[in-house]
T-cell receptor
Framework: GAGVSQSPRYKVAKRGQDVALRCDPISGHVSLFWYQQALGQGPEFLTYFQNEAQLDKSGLPSDRFFAERPEGSVSTLKIQRTQQEDSAVYLC???????????FGPGTRLTVL | AQSVTQPDIHITVSEGASLELRCNYSYGATPYLFWYVQSPGQGLQLLLKYFSGDTLVQGIKGFEAEFKRSQSSFNLRKPSVHWSDAAEYFCAATLGDSSYKLIFGSGTRLLVRP
């Protein structure tokens, strides 16, 4: 079946704009994760959903970052009033359960000018 | 603090040569350990994982890794590198009570000489 998909693949925003990044997990996967990968770095955990419940948002860098998964499937990561330091690749991953293998999408590269 | 360290930013090997990528972790207890590969424009792909048991773990694409508790290490190895192995490699770990939260090293970029 299809893997994890993310859209858009590339996003350029002017500083101060709001952006929304979409993640379509593998069908039937209960768990969904967002990670942020800065240039030259490894991914860093942002947030975790189990179905529609956001169980951990400890990695969100500020209150400008907001994630939702209202129907327990597709998830959206929203960044308000983008700043240059938000420029990064945002990776989404899904898994059957909490401790199962995480399958990653190709990421959305966000550039804030 | 919990951390994963990959001391080599870049490694260059000749095609057909053996490869070892280093990974060290810092945790109070033995974590779950993973190696991922990331090719340009692609998502992360899991190569192998260690949860418990046999300390030598076999993965996909001919890779293996050895867990050494005494050295807090989980090094990735391949006996003969192919040009298609050129990519970025990430070591990652999770700790039991937050076993969903992957903590990644900063990565090692592998270059393969023809």
């Amino acid at each position: 079946g299809a893997g994890v998909s993310q859209s858009p693949r590339y996003k350029v925003a002017k500083r101060g704009q709001d952006v929304a990044l979409r993640c379509d997990p593998i069908s039937g996967h209960v768990s969904l994760f967002w990670y942020q990968q800065a240039l030259g770095q490894g991914p860093e955990f942002l947030t975790y959903f189990q179905n529609e419940a956001q169980l951990d948002k400890s990695g969100l860098p500020s209150d400008r970052f907001f994630a939702e998964r209202p129907e327990g499937s597709v998830s959206t990561l929203k960044i308000q009033r983008t700043q240059q330091e938000d420029s990064a690749v945002y990776l989404c991953a899904s898994s059957l359960g909490t401790t199962n293998e995480q399958f990653f999408g190709p990421g959305t590269r966000l550039t804030v000018l | 603090a919990q951390s994963v360290t990959q001391p080599d930013i870049h490694i260059t090997v000749s095609e057909g040569a053996s490869l070892e990528l280093r990974c060290n972790y810092s945790y109070g207890a033995t974590p779950y350990l993973f190696w991922y590969v990331q090719s340009p424009g692609q998502g992360l792909q899991l190569l192998l994982k260690y949860f418990s048991g046999d300390t030598l773990v076999q993965g996909i694409k001919g890779f293996e890794a050895e867990f050494k508790r005494s050295q807090s290490s989980f090094n990735l190895r391949k006996p003969s590198v192919h040009w298609s192995d050129a990519a970025e490699y990430f070591c990652a770990a999770t700790l039991g009570d937050s076993s969903y939260k992957l903590i990644f090293g900063s990565g090692t970029r592998l270059l393969v000489r023809p």
